[in-house]
């Protein structure tokens, strides 16, 4: 697992429980950029959701740290029912402020990196279907439509796949 990676006065590491509020602020700024007309109040608490995901056993919360502060988040774990080699990236979000810095790119090598050692084959995804330049930024990455889940009318999410590398 990856416990730390340092490039320059950036820091990639695992997020701690005690960080779950800082997270969720970060994915709620994030978020509000693809809504229109605001962030939709979902009535969710997004803080213990975070908490959750941090301490779960069988995923990964990772960050980007930038000069001391959570610029960058990335969540994932392979999901009840699914394939054993195939994990989910269930959140993945850079801070506005941050992006075209790398940020994300760093943090996708960071997972890549993880979904190698755990062994895992693919990963997949869910964006925003108004989320264009969160699409452009996965394409770029590799990501590519999902042939077992084609979009249907009405879809609000588009669904990725990617291949992870192996040796």
Same mark, same amino acid.
């Given at each position: 697992?990856?416990?730390?990676?340092? =490039?320059?006065?950036? +820091?990639? *590491? /695992?997020?701690?429980?005690?960080?779950?509020?800082?997270?969720?602020?970060l994915?709620?700024?994030?978020?509000? /950029?693809?809504?229109?007309?605001?962030?939709?109040?979902? $009535?969710?608490?997004?803080?213990?959701?975070?908490? /959750?995901?941090?301490? #779960?056993?069988?995923?990964?919360?990772?960050?980007? +740290?930038?000069?001391?502060?959570?610029?960058?988040?990335?969540?994932? #774990?392979?999901?009840?029912?699914?394939?054993?080699d =195939?994990?989910?990236?269930?959140?993945?979000?850079?801070?506005?402020?941050?992006?075209?810095?790398?940020?994300? /790119?760093?943090?996708?090598?960071?997972?890549?990196?993880?979904?190698?050692?755990?062994?895992?084959?693919?990963?997949?995804?869910?964006?925003?279907?108004?989320? #264009?330049? =969160?699409?452009?930024?996965?394409?770029?990455?590799?990501?590519?439509?999902?042939?077992?889940?084609?979009?249907?009318? $009405?879809?609000?999410?588009?669904?990725? *796949?990617? #291949?992870?590398?192996?040796?």
């Amino acid at each position: 697992m990856i416990s730390e990676r340092v =490039t320059g006065s950036r +820091v990639i *590491r /695992t997020v701690l429980p005690a960080e779950a509020e800082t997270v969720a602020a970060l994915h709620a700024r994030a978020r509000a /950029t693809y809504y229109p007309d605001g962030l939709p109040d979902d $009535g969710l608490d997004w803080a213990a959701l975070w908490r /959750t995901a941090v301490e #779960r056993a069988d995923g990964h919360v990772l960050c980007a +740290v930038e000069r001391g502060r959570i610029a960058a988040i990335a969540s994932f #774990r392979v999901p009840e029912g699914g394939s054993a080699d =195939t994990v989910k990236l269930f959140q993945f979000h850079v801070d506005p402020d941050h992006w075209r810095a790398g940020l994300g /790119t760093a943090l996708h090598a960071a997972c890549v990196e993880q979904w190698q050692a755990d062994g895992l084959r693919a990963a997949v995804l869910d964006v925003h279907v108004d989320n #264009r330049r =969160t699409q452009a930024f996965y394409a770029r990455l590799g990501w590519v439509p999902d042939p077992e889940h084609p979009p249907a009318e $009405g879809d609000h999410h588009l669904f990725l *796949r990617f #291949r992870v590398p192996g040796e």
